[in-house]
């Protein structure tokens, strides 16, 4: 255990729905960062938060939006869902705004049917 | 041409054998990470590294900051070591991190 939760860890879910996927930071930690694996894109980056403000945005389409709550936890909603969304996403906490270690948790699988 | 570019993309090792993973990337960076997938998913950081080198048991990494250049070593691999090893890096002036594609490893007992 990592200590970053992330929840759930398998989603099936229909074109056109919307999710929303849950990360909580190991315990200390201010920054949540979401990342998505797809099997032809690799690791991008999605969006950072540092201790409830938005630091930086990667490529995150408009139908993705995320917040970070006053406990720190996180959460990233996807809408009007296509299949091409279908991913792994990934939550990773640190300490810090920038250049501390990164502390991964176990993913959600996403599938898009 | 990516920003981080890793190689090999794929890697077979015998167990006890030392493997080299590359790493390089075209941008200014304020640190470069290495992180291991293991086949369920899961990933792991090993190193941030902003210079030399550091070691964890069988695993050393290196940096070149003036030849944008950094090298994954396992001594003594074994089947366990088997994953995907990927190269990230903090952009200097962003918060984002750029993954390298990976590079996948298998050590055969």
């Known amino acids: 255990d990592s200590g970053v939760t992330q929840t759930p860890k398998h989603l099936i879910t229909a074109t056109g729905q919307r999710v929303t996927l849950r990360c909580s930071p190991r315990?200390?930690?201010?920054?949540v960062y979401w990342y998505q694996q797809s099997l032809d894109q690799g690791l991008q980056f999605l969006i950072h938060y540092y201790n409830g403000e938005e630091r930086a945005k990667g490529n995150i389409l408009e139908r993705f939006s995320a917040q970070q709550f006053p406990d720190l936890h996180s959460e990233l909603n996807l809408s009007s869902l296509e299949l091409g969304d279908s991913a792994l996403y990934f939550c990773a906490s640190s300490v810090g705004a920038r250049n501390y270690g990164y502390t991964f948790g176990s993913g959600t699988r996403l599938t898009v049917v | 041409k990516n920003e981080v570019e890793q190689s090999p993309q794929n890697l077979t090792a015998q167990e006890g054998e030392f493997i080299t993973i590359n790493c390089s990337y075209s941008?200014?960076?304020?640190?470069l990470h290495w992180l291991q997938q293991h086949p369920g998913g899961g990933i792991v950081s090993l190193f941030m590294?902003?210079?030399g080198k550091k070691k964890h048991g069988r695993l050393i990494a290196t940096i070149n900051i003036q030849e944008k250049h950094s090298s994954l070593h396992i001594t003594a691999s074994h089947p366990r070591d088997s994953a995907v090893y990927i190269c990230a890096v903090e952009s200097l002036n962003t918060d984002k991190l750029i993954f390298g594609t990976g590079t996948r490893l298998q050590v055969f007992p």
């Open positions: 590294l902003s210079s």
């Open positions: 315990s200390g930690d201010l920054s």
């Open positions: 941008v200014g960076i304020s640190a």
